[in-house]
């Protein structure tokens, strides 16, 4: 017995790539989620994640959305193409809590290059950015340093050449449209021009902890606090670019912090507590 052939036509049905996304800030009322353009959409349709599914919340022509914590509970989101009354293959959901990046930067880094500073600056986005600026702390407060209006790159590095020994704290300031200004977290870079320690505050108060920096954390060092009398007080091993004795250990007078190394001279610093 011949069986005639048969045609089966399926529904139509779309071919896409898939959209990645991702979170550009995350800031104390509102949050940025941008995706990549596919060549051919113009519209795009965001979901987020309810009780059980994702929903619909709007459709855009843009490659990303701004939305209101207050408005928007969620915290998990997708986005999928449109093609003419169609979807194509959406996004995967994300968290954007959990992607890296705080309230516009994601990351401020700060390193020694010879006797420079190199402030590496790495935003989640641009949107809304009208100038940058990094600040530097000047003993009382942070002063402009160097700023870029309208920045075009999500990373961005700065130079200083006038390094002072010590710390050197620098931020990012941002002035975002509107008078809005979002603060970096300080980033410190140690400078030991010609020295291997340095201890400050001196004078110091009895009531404040007093900073010990080290340029060289190699082998340990021991930390020797004698009195005017030549009496030991304090003894630690310093073994960190940064270490303190505590506030309170030492009473008024004059102390002689002695560094001894093995092999090495020993290095003797004056410090006065009042």
Request: proline share 4%; net charge positive.
């Amino acid at each position: 017995m011949t069986i005639g052939a048969e045609r089966f036509v399926s529904d139509t049905f779309n071919i896409s790539k898939r959209t990645t996304i991702g979170s550009g800030f995350n800031c104390p009322d509102s949050f940025l989620i941008f995706w990549n353009k596919i060549p051919g959409i113009t519209d795009y349709r965001v979901y987020r994640l309810g009780n059980k599914y994702l929903e619909p919340i709007l459709v855009t022509a843009d490659s990303f959305v701004v939305l209101a914590k207050n408005s928007n509970p969620s915290l998990h989101y997708a986005v999928a193409p449109l093609i003419g009354n169609r979807e194509g293959v959406k996004s995967y959901t994300i968290n954007y809590t959990i992607q890296g990046v705080e309230c516009y930067i994601r990351s401020f880094l700060a390193s020694l290059d010879n006797n420079s500073a190199k402030l590496d600056l790495l935003l989640g986005t641009l949107y809304s950015i009208n100038r940058i600026i990094i600040e530097k702390f000047d003993g009382t407060g942070f002063v402009q340093l160097q700023q870029l209006s309208n920045p075009g790159n999500l990373l961005l590095s700065f130079i200083d050449t006038q390094l002072k020994k010590g710390l050197n704290i620098y931020r990012v300031k941002l002035e975002l449209a509107g008078g809005r200004i979002v603060y970096s977290q300080p980033v410190t870079v140690y400078y030991f021009p010609g020295v291997e320690f340095i201890v400050f505050p001196n004078p110091a108060q009895q009531s404040q902890a007093i900073n010990i920096l080290s340029a060289n954390t190699v082998s340990d060092v021991l930390l020797q606090l004698l009195n005017v009398s030549g009496q030991k007080v304090y003894e630690s091993v310093i073994d960190d670019v940064s270490q303190q004795v505590p506030a309170g250990r030492l009473s008024k007078g004059v102390y002689f912090f002695r560094f001894v190394r093995k092999g090495e001279k020993d290095i003797v610093m004056r410090v006065f507590v009042q």
